[in-house]
């Protein structure tokens, strides 16, 4: 059974860069496209960005400016840098991964993790 | 970008169909993907491609998507049944993944 599991600081400042790293266990990494998805307190889930394996990557353009994705295939790891963030960036941040056969789906996702931009 | 329009709540009964409808700019040319989300957990997968459910999903859940709206059904509604629902797709215009404003179903 394929595992996400996020992890970094709950806690970033203003003006600061957001880093985050998803962990995926009970499978490889390999073949798939890796999303990162955020969901503020309350309010519905927008889509950050994707990376592939080969490390090509689609981000969302509202974001983009600010998005870097990464994968480390050695270590079945994929991460988020989200740059110069806000009190607009608080919220809960998910790994997800589109299936191979639900491709453009998702079918597996890390169980969030919450970061507050605050000074 | 893209807008996917969701009515923001649906009450049923238990026993009873629920229909969450996901409106956007002929949809019906999508693909479209339905999630359940119960409170404090991560989104789980309960449609995709409009209509097919992944393995684990009961045959109650059922999807479709025609002309400028995709619906979401739900057959003989469970208490366990309540949870925000969400609807999504690719925006290949801006190649980017937009989701509805997500419906909160309350089994009555």
């Known amino acids: 059974q394929v595992q996400l599991q996020e992890s970094g600081p709950g806690l970033v400042k203003p003006s600061e860069t957001l880093s985050l790293t998803c962990t995926v266990s009970?499978?490889?990494?390999?073949?798939?496209?890796w999303s990162w998805i955020r969901q503020p307190a309350g309010k519905g889930l927008e889509w950050i960005g994707r990376?592939?394996?080969?490390?090509?990557?689609n981000y969302n353009p509202s974001l983009k400016s600010r998005v870097t994705m990464s994968v480390d295939t050695s270590k079945n790891q994929f991460s988020l840098k989200l740059s110069s963030v806000t009190a607009a960036d608080t919220a809960v941040y998910y790994c997800?991964?589109?299936?191979?056969?639900?491709?453009?789906?998702?079918?597996?996702w890390g169980q969030g993790t919450l970061v507050t931009v605050s000074s | 970008s893209y807008v996917l329009t969701q009515p923001p709540s649906v009450s049923v009964a238990p026993g009873k169909t629920a229909r969450i409808t996901c409106g956007g700019n002929?949809?019906?040319?999508?693909?479209v993907h339905w999630y359940q989300q119960k409170p404090g957990q991560a989104p789980v997968l309960v449609i995709y491609?409009?209509?097919d459910r992944p393995s684990g999903i009961p045959e109650r859940f059922s999807g479709s998507n025609s002309g400028n709206t995709a619906t979401l059904t739900i057959s003989r509604v469970e208490a366990g049944d309540e949870a925000d629902y969400y609807c999504?797709?690719?925006?290949?215009?801006?190649?980017?993944?937009?989701f509805g404003t997500g419906t909160k179903v309350t089994v009555l």
């Open positions: 997800a991964r589109e299936g191979e056969l639900t491709l453009g789906a998702f079918d597996y």
């Open positions: 009970g499978g490889s990494i390999s073949s798939y496209y």
């Open positions: 990376i592939y394996t080969s490390g090509s990557t």
């Open positions: 002929n949809i019906g040319s999508k693909s």
């Open positions: 491609y409009d209509s």
């Open positions: 999504q797709v690719w925006d290949s215009s801006s190649d980017l993944y937009v």
